[in-house]
């Protein structure tokens, strides 16, 4: 992502899609990949596994709702937890302190150069530069220029301009050479795409399968002073036929509404702002995140989701136009003004930043997406918001801007209702109760009517500091030292690298559990606790900094195991409502240990901000340092990741302490040899070594020298040497080895896990080398605690990582010199070159950015499972591949132009680079058991896949006994009938057509065709037949002989020819009659087609109604020997009765929370206390209702 200028700070507060049903199940758990298949349960979405063990973090959720239920729509809507750690500068969103309301879904926008939809945006005060957005190539204008063209000859496509900092295609109209990019997720679907040279779109979905965007509605902002109305719409279809729609209006978009620092001032009258550049307030809002707002059924129906409007309704009395087109419209509209209403729709974010020893108080509004209701059908979700009761800002930093200091909304209630003749029936209820602590808010309970109540508890440590604190480590997380005076690091760049641990932003210590959740009761009175640990590495991703080349992040393993910022999950402890205790712990290091001691972190830190960079022979003065940081940070969206992680169950823990230990070393004079050696390891502790030493003897002599010599044993480097003179003094010691000893301590800081050699030796005149002393005295750092572990039986997780999938594989694949320049411009103006070559090339090295991989890493690679003796009893190994041999073939082409600082240009580097657009799939899954009698059992499961559909073509199945299974599955896409043409024209893909199985000479195929016709389907596309074949022989399963509007069976003619009708209600959302031995066309002689379609589309079906069709049991004339089920239901809750076909009926009582209470019959059907027959009853002892 380009960075304009440092003043935009981009604010984002995206839904995160992904769901998870079970609630007392909470772990982090590693989710083992799945192959994309036609089997729905095991399809994963590749984007879920990184979030939890992989990182460190608790994978909890909260259904909020449990009753909105629809057979053509999976709509869950949830509570998610982030336990990544504490951050000042953020703020809570609308559920409280790191929770986050997970429903819906979200394209969020990564702009690179300007954004796509901006025709004609200013660049420079001069008016010289007016630039045309990337999506002006999909709305008819053409280019000749292409991906491969671009890359392998970038002169003849592009011009580069000094003024917008960012390359331009030639022969155009000054239109960008580079699209945004744009990443999706919702429901089960993640993936990204872009715009083509071509103007055609480019797409990726990671949980397989195609899927089609449609930006027709995607529209060109004409000028920065249009009253743009926001109606862009981006359409995704996805290969089931789902449309889904984001956008549509400014209420289901995200933006950064106004940006600014404690420098710019408000003034009244309207007058402008100073200090801020007055194109940058009158330019359009950049749409960061486009909000899902309707999906549309391949049968018609529709799910809309309504988002608070007052943003796109109310109108500037000055400008007549709505106030958020422009920043500057924004202060003018509510400078003065609180409106509740509006403030709900905006989330302020306040912080720090500094360049220097200068510190800047900096300002983000972001306009949200805050949902009202869910609509389908007769269904309607309301959420209901308040203005959010408190407020962590520091005010004085507003000045004038009074609207901006009480914004943010909380969500209070969300409600289930059933639309019956314009009533509304409230069905399933939750309410959301908030508690302050310190200076932020938190969640402290949910209130569902049907399952109960959850309660949190948190720890209040940091809570009370200030947004604008200073004490944060280098990846945002709060520190706790109180000590930091500046949030810039000066990098020393004659060394190859430093250490992150050392000066301000290092990470804290003991600050893990600071504002996390440490507590959940749960209805059942059941709870748990967890409790967290700081993270720790053993690698980092470093660059070199003093290299006369361009050089690679490396991933290395320099100082042993080191602290890192955030937390991660070290145990949770969980007690049923009965006080049984289990606990779950979990160890982050490379492979099983009985005592922590041996203890190796897996962890790998992915980035580490570099905050200088130096400067020489320029006109003016240029900041040389940033808060920031100018290196570009890596696509991995977390700090840190595992390679390995081990869980244990209910984990034995004896805690053990090894003191610190003294060695002495010396040289009498009565040694023959003058020379003395101690080897040291310091094991797996970094070492601070307290030596003194001294020399002495009464023929020693004025020239006589002891030396003290530390060196890497392995390498020989030497790491310090000390040395004692006769009468000379050097090195700050006080004492005199002619006449006595040192007087002072001498500290040293060593690397843990090596191996040093300590030397000393005692030379002077040779007549006088007899009697010469010396010796030395080190306290080392031998001692430490840890804990010897009895595991009850326990699991090992291991990632995909850097170390096995690299961002950079060739150079010449992500930079060209051809592109740079090392002029430095300060607002458009010459300001010098950057000469030194080893600067040079250090600029280029922080700013280049690398191929991206990061969705290889986090797969698991292998699980092992441990019995409570430590034997390996179960082994899953997984192989990954991308589905082109030949990963980089499938790409385009976009160009990274960095910008560094406000105004400021630091030479001209556009970097060609690759957008990667291939499918990365599971090849194969080995399964071994080790069994104490049995041996080894054994199955190796490999697919192949569809290059077309993305879809598996082969599974190939091979156990220990040397049998195997082929499973071959064929799709539309694979089939040359119209009907499957249509099908795939349509986007519908993932339907099995063929599913054959073969075991040596027997082979059984299942083949489902489909149909799509006027009277049988209404024009859908729907299942046609179900065949069978066993080898030679083949039999007709099932017909599908006719379908309602809404894609329900109505009949269906099984293998033994007899037909069955199905009569449907309640919005046909549920089968009122299932009818056997008889006909649609009887029922329709019988019943008359406007009774059925009227029972169908009710919301809830007369009595008179449900009487006729019930009457058709006793219709022997016209429907002879027919067999008749009937029920009845309450909408979203059950059903209510059911008759089988001898007319015995059975009934469903539910309590007031809609849970069954009752199943019973009447004894002959006679309705009466006295023959009523219980069958079964339900007791829910929740404690905590």
């Given at each position: ?18 769901g ?14 799945q ?5 729905v349960?095991?399809?994963?979405r590749y ?41 000042p ?22 702009v ?120 862009s ?13 984001f ?5 289901a ?15 009244s ?14 330019r ?33 009395p ?6 958020h ?38 300002m983000?509004?972001n ?12 269904k309607i ?29 909380q969500?209070d ?24 602590i310190?200076?932020r808010?938190f ?121 890192v ?7 949770i ?10 606990t ?47 290196n ?38 009565s040694?023959d ?24 003897g ?8 002891a ?34 000893t ?10 843990a ?67 740079y ?17 080893i ?91 080790y ?5 080894i ?41 119209i ?36 009277i ?7 299942p ?44 046909c ?7 056997k ?24 079906p ?46 469903y ?37």
């Amino acid at each position: 992502m380009k960075k304009y200028i440092v003043l935009k700070i981009l604010f984002l507060l995206t839904l995160l899609i992904h769901g998870q049903n079970e609630i007392e199940n909470i772990n982090i758990s590693s989710i083992a990949p799945q192959f994309i298949s036609p089997q729905v349960a095991d399809i994963i979405r590749y984007d879920n596994t990184p979030v939890s063990l992989n990182s460190g973090r608790l994978d909890l959720q909260i259904p909020i709702l449990n009753k909105f239920i629809d057979k053509d729509f999976s709509f869950p809507i949830s509570l998610s937890y982030n336990s990544s750690g504490f951050k000042p500068s953020e703020p809570e969103g609308n559920v409280g302190l790191h929770w986050s309301l997970i429903m819906g879904g979200t394209i969020y926008r990564e702009v690179r150069g300007i954004p796509d939809d901006y025709d004609g945006t200013v660049f420079d005060r001069a008016q010289y530069l007016k630039v045309r957005g990337f999506l002006r190539l999909a709305n008819g204008y053409t280019t000749n220029t292409t991906s491969q063209s671009l890359f392998e000859n970038p002169a003849n496509n592009i011009n580069h301009n000094y003024w917008a900092n960012f390359p331009l295609l030639k022969d155009t109209d000054n239109i960008e050479a580079s699209s945004d990019i744009y990443r999706f997720s919702f429901g089960n679907h993640s993936g990204k795409f872009i715009i083509d040279f071509d103007g055609s779109i480019k797409s990726i979905a990671y949980s397989g399968g195609k899927v089609k965007i449609d930006i027709s509605s995607y529209f060109l902002v004409e000028n920065v002073q249009s009253d743009y109305n926001g109606k862009s719409e981006i359409r995704i279809t996805t290969d089931d036929g789902y449309v889904y729609c984001f956008g549509g209006s400014y209420s289901a978009t995200e933006y950064a509404a106004f940006t600014w620092d404690e420098r710019l001032t408000f003034p009244s009258g309207g007058t402008n702002p100073s200090n801020q550049n007055i194109n940058d307030l009158q330019r359009h809002n950049t749409i960061s995140a486009f909000y899902l707002y309707k999906i549309i059924a391949p049968n018609g129906r529709i799910l809309r989701i309504n988002y608070k409007n007052l943003v796109d309704t109310t109108i500037s009395p000055d400008s007549k136009r709505t106030y958020h087109v422009t920043p500057w419209d924004l202060y003018n509209f509510s400078s003065q003004n609180d409106n509740e209403e509006l403030q709900m729709c905006y989330l302020l974010r306040q912080s720090k930043y500094g360049y220097g020893n200068s510190l800047f108080e900096t300002m983000a509004l972001n306009k949200i997406a805050l949902v009202e209701s869910v609509e389908l059908d007769d269904k309607i979700v309301r959420f209901f918001h308040s203005h959010k009761k408190n407020t962590i800002y520091e005010r004085n930093s507003f000045k004038d801007f009074v609207f901006g200091r009480k914004t943010g909304a909380q969500l209070d209630s969300v409600c289930l209702y059933l639309k019956d003749n314009n009533k509304l029936i409230k069905i399933e209820s939750t309410n959301l109760d908030y508690v302050q602590i310190g200076r932020r808010q938190f969640l402290e309970q949910i209130r569902n009517s049907i399952n109960g109540k959850y309660n949190f508890s948190y720890n209040p440590q940091g809570t009370y500091v200030s947004p604008l604190a200073i004490d944060y480590d280098h990846w945002g997380y709060w520190s706790g030292s109180g000590t930091n005076s500046s949030l810039v690091i000066n990098t020393i760049f004659d060394q190859e690298l430093y250490d992150f641990q050392q000066g301000n932003r290092r990470p804290g210590t003991n600050v893990e559990s600071a504002a996390l959740l440490n507590k959940i009761t749960f209805p059942t009175g059941g709870y748990k606790q967890f409790i967290y640990e700081q993270h720790e590495c053993q690698y980092a991703l470093e660059l070199d900094l003093f290299t006369q080349t361009v050089s690679i992040p490396t991933m290395r393993s320099r100082f042993g195991t080191r602290k890192v910022g955030g937390s991660r999950i070290k145990q949770i402890i969980s007690y049923d409502n009965l006080g049984l205790k289990q606990t779950q712990d979990y160890i982050y290091t490379i492979s099983p240990l009985k005592d922590s001691g041996t203890y190796i972190s897996s962890g790998e830190l992915m980035y580490v901000p570099l905050y200088t960079f130096p400067f020489d022979d320029i006109k003016k003065p240029l900041f040389g340092s940033s808060s920031y940081g100018f290196n570009e940070r890596p696509y991995d969206t977390d700090h840190i990741r595992y390679k390995s992680v081990l869980e244990y169950n209910n984990l034995k823990r004896t805690h053990h302490v090894v003191h610190d230990e003294t060695v002495y070393k010396g040289i009498s004079p009565s040694d023959d040899i003058r020379k003395a050696t101690l080897n040291v390891n310091t094991k797996n502790v970094p070492q601070t070594w307290i030596i003194n030493g001294f020399g002495k003897g009464q023929y020693y002599g004025q020239n006589g020298t002891a030396s003290i010599k530390i060196s890497e044993a392995n390498t020989n480097k030497l790491i310090q040497a000390y040395y004692f003179y006769g009468s000379t003094y050097n090195n700050g010691y006080t004492g005199d080895p002619l006449f006595g000893t040192t007087t002072q301590d001498r500290r040293l800081n060593l690397n843990a896990n090596t191996d040093y050699r300590i030397e000393i030796e005692c030379y002077g005149p040779a007549d006088m080398q007899s009697g010469a002393y010396a010796s030395i005295n080190i306290t080392y750092k031998t001692g430490y605690e840890y804990d010897t572990i009895e595991p009850d039986q326990y699991k090992q997780t291991i990632f995909t990582s850097y170390g096995n999938i690299l961002e950079t594989s060739n150079p010449d694949d992500y930079n060209n010199d051809k592109l740079y320049s090392s002029d430095i411009m300060i607002n458009g103006e010459w300001v010098g070159k950057i000469k030194d070559p080893i600067i040079d090339n250090l600029y280029k090295s922080i700013t280049k950015k690398a191929q991206d991989r990061s969705r290889e890493r986090g797969m698991i690679k292998e699980e092992r499972y441990y019995s409570k003796d430590e034997k390996l009893v179960k082994n899953i190994v997984y192989e990954y591949r991308p589905l082109d041999n030949n990963i980089f073939s499938n790409y385009n082409v976009y160009i990274n132009t960095p910008s560094s600082f406000a105004n400021t240009k630091l030479g001209y580097y556009s970097q060609l680079n690759k957008e990667y657009f291939y499918q990365f799939y599971l090849t194969s899954q080995k399964t071994k058991e080790y069994r104490q009698n049995s041996g080894i059992l054994e199955i190796n499961e490999s697919y192949n896949y569809d290059t077309d559909g993305y879809y598996v073509k082969k599974k190939t199945i091979v156990n220990s006994n040397g049998t195997t299974i082929n499973v071959d599955y064929s799709y539309p896409s694979n089939k040359s009938d119209i009907i499957y043409k249509e099908m795939v024209k349509a986007n519908i893909l993932a339907p099995v057509i063929e599913k054959t199985i073969t075991t040596g000479n027997s082979m059984q195929q299942i083949i489902t065709d489909y149909q799509k016709d006027p009277i049988k389907t209404k024009n859908l596309f729907l299942p046609k037949s179900v065949t069978t074949k066993i080898n030679t022989d083949s039999r007709v399963d099932l017909v599908y002989d006719l379908f309602n509007s809404k894609g329900n069976i109505q009949q269906i003619t099984g293998l033994d020819g007899i037909s069955v009708v199905y009569l449907w209600s309640y919005n046909c959302q549920y089968p009122i009659a299932e009818i056997k031995n008889v006909t649609y066309t009887q029922i329709v002689a019988v019943l008359g087609q406007t009774l059925i379609d009227r029972v169908a589309s009710a919301s809830i079906p007369s009595d008179a109604d449900l009487l006729a069709i019930n009457a058709l049991r006793n219709n022997t004339s016209a429907l002879k020997d027919i067999q008749i089920t009937t029920y009845t239901y309450k909408p979203l809750v059950g059903m209510l009765t059911s008759t089988d076909p001898s007319g015995i009926t059975a009934y469903y009582d539910y309590d007031s929370f809609g849970r069954l209470k009752e199943t019973y019959i009447y004894k002959d059907n006679i309705v009466s206390t006295a023959n009523k027959q219980t069958i079964q009853k339900y007791d829910y002892h929740y404690q905590n209702q």
